[in-house]
């Protein structure tokens, strides 16, 4: 085998052993991919359910108050 065809042949092997490893890294970036995407959608249904509980508990906050409100004014026309 002569010098050319040497590196013709290490040539050859590197080029399938980029196409590996970067067959591989597409392989990794679609799974971080899918794996943020999960993580967010997490989120964004946790952040939901507190937004909700914080609007429930302002709405029984507010109702508190109209009632105390309510008593107090009562008591002052007394």
């Known amino acids: 085998m ?3 065809d040497q590196i013709f042949d290490l040539l050859e092997r590197l080029y399938i052993e980029l196409q590996d490893t970067k067959k591989e890294l597409k392989e990794e970036i679609s ?7 999960e993580e967010i959608s997490n989120v964004r249904t946790g952040l939901k ?3 909700s509980n914080v609007r429930v508990e302002l709405k029984e906050d507010i109702g508190v108050l109209n009632d105390n409100q309510m008593i107090i004014c009562d008591k002052l026309e007394k």
């Open 31 to 37: 799974n971080v991919r899918t794996e943020l995407k």
């Open 2 to 4: 002569n010098k050319e």
């Open 49 to 51: 359910e507190e937004i």
